[in-house]
């Protein structure tokens, strides 16, 4: 499979816990992008990185996010001390135009 | 006031029915247009981006309207496989985010 794949698929963690998610994207892309969703929304954007560089960061993205892109190919996305509000699908794409191919995405719920 | 907004539907048709909808979008300066696609609890999947001159892949119509900032998506031949959720989508002209809209819920029936 050469998609955009995502791990873990499924998190749960208790409130204050760490959290880190990984996306691998397809190997040509040099843009990856981190998406959040919540139940009945569209995806919201959260960030995006062109090759290492992170480029753009929503205002969704409080100081407790934090993502990576060593070396320009996967990347982490990291949520330090979760509350609640977080639980959403945390959805990675990549791209090398305009197009933007999804992962699977990694569902978190917060307890 | 959202940067895209959709009907939520449902659209509830029966098997080999037209069925249409749209969205509209608030920045004027958008430069690229999707529609996505949605399954329960999937990954959004491209279904097709959407030029100005409208265009069809298969069974399904895209249209812009620039003026009056709307794009719309028609299903011919209504398959039960299209039952989905249908994202509308808007990249901004200066940046390569997506700007989705909630998802039009489309329900074929047998």
């Known amino acids: 499979d050469t998609g955009v794949s995502q791990n873990p698929r499924h998190k749960i963690t208790k409130r204050g816990q760490n959290v880190t998610f990984r996306c691998d994207p397809i190997?040509?892309?040099?843009?990856l992008y981190w998406y959040r969703q919540t139940l009945g929304q569209g995806p919201e954007f959260l960030t995006y990185?062109?090759?290492?560089?992170?480029?753009?960061k929503s205002r969704l993205l409080s100081d407790r996010f934090s993502a990576e892109r060593p070396k320009g190919s996967f990347s982490t996305l990291e949520i330090q001390r979760t509350e609640q509000g977080d639980s959403a699908m945390y959805l990675c794409?990549?791209?090398?135009?305009?197009?933007?191919?999804f992962g699977p995405g990694t569902r978190l719920t917060v307890t | 006031r959202k940067e895209v907004e959709q009907d939520p539907g449902p659209f509830n048709v029966p098997e080999g029915a037209t069925v249409a909808f749209n969205c509209t979008y608030s920045?004027?300066?958008?430069?690229?247009f999707f529609w996505y696609r949605q399954d329960c609890r999937k990954e959004p999947k491209l279904l097709m981006s959407?030029?100005?001159s409208g265009n069809e892949d298969g069974r399904f119509t895209a249209q812009l309207n620039r003026a009056s900032q709307y794009i719309s998506l028609l299903i011919r031949d209504s398959k039960l496989s299209d039952s989905a959720t249908y994202l509308c989508?808007?990249?901004?002209?200066?940046?390569?985010?997506?700007?989705f809209g909630a998802g039009t819920t489309v329900t074929v029936r047998a």
């Open positions: 959407v030029y100005s």
């Open positions: 190997s040509e892309h040099n843009r």
């Open positions: 794409a990549s791209g090398d135009s305009y197009e933007q191919y």
């Open positions: 989508v808007v990249m901004g002209s200066n940046d390569y985010k997506l700007s």
């Open positions: 920045n004027s300066a958008s430069q690229s």
């Open positions: 990185f062109q090759n290492e560089a992170q480029l753009e």
